[in-house]
Each structure stands twice: as structure tokens, then as C-alpha cells.
């Protein structure tokens, strides 16, 4: 099981969501937050060359797959989520060792 952290356009939240429940994706959690990258976040905001360090608002999305699922959920977001501007956004993996479905006590796979 991995989880996909993605760094997304708040503007492509909809689409992406449509995508992934498309794929059968049935959990999803997104956070509301702000980060700057290799811009260092100006750029999404003004064309001159100013120095100060910006955030820009952005989702951060959440979503444990079995690792059978992986490669698609990721070709799903990117798809979803590219605009082909600077700030599409960035996708980080991690292992996960456990998942609990609280409600019907199912563990791990059976519980994504
Ligand atoms: N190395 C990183 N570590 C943690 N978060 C990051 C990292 N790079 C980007 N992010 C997050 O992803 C968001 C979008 O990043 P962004 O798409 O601007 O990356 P980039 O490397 O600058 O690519 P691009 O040149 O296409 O803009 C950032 O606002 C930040 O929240
Ligand atoms: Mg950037």
C-alpha cells in the first residue's frame, strides 16, 4: 500500500476528483494549503523580478492505493491536473504499513 501525497492547482481540484472516483478511487482527502516552488512562488503572481518568497494557495491531496492501483492513480492525477503552466504541481509517494476501516474493523487492503 503507498500513500500519494499531491500538490495540486486548487483550480483542477474538481476534475482531479471526477478522475480518480472515474477509476474507482473511494478515498480522498484534501487540504487546503500553500507552498511555492522552483518560482519560489513570484512568478505565479507577477511577471517582475521580485525576490521576496510567496506562497500561492494550493490543495494537498491524500490518497492511500493498493500498490497494484499506483501507476494509474498517478497517470490519473497528472492528467487531470496539468494545466502545462508553471505551479501544475507535485506528486510524492510513500509506503504505507497499515490501514485501519474504523467502522467494520477491516485492515489493510481490504480497508482502502
Ligand atoms: N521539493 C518540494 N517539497 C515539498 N513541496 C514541494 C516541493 N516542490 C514543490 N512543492 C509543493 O508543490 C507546489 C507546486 O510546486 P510547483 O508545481 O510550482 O513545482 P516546481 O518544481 O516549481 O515546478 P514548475 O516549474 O512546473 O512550477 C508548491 O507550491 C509546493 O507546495
Ligand atoms: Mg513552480
Known sequence: MLMIEAVV????????????????IV???AIECKGFGRQLGH?????????????VPKVLLKIC???????????????AAKTGEVGDGKIFVYPVSKVVRIRTGETD???I
Do not use: H
Open 43 to 55: 512568478t505565479e503572481r507577477y511577471r517582475g523580478a521580485k525576490m521576496d518568497v510567496g506562497f
Open 9 to 24: 492547482k486548487p483550480s483542477r481540484l474538481d476534475a482531479i476528483k471526477i478522475a480518480l472516483a472515474k477509476m474507482g
Open 109 to 111: 487492503e481490504a480497508a
Open 27 to 29: 478515498g480522498v482527502t
Open 65 to 79: 492505493v493498493k500498490t497494484v492501483d499506483l501507476q494509474k492513480a498517478l497517470n490519473t492525477i497528472v492528467d
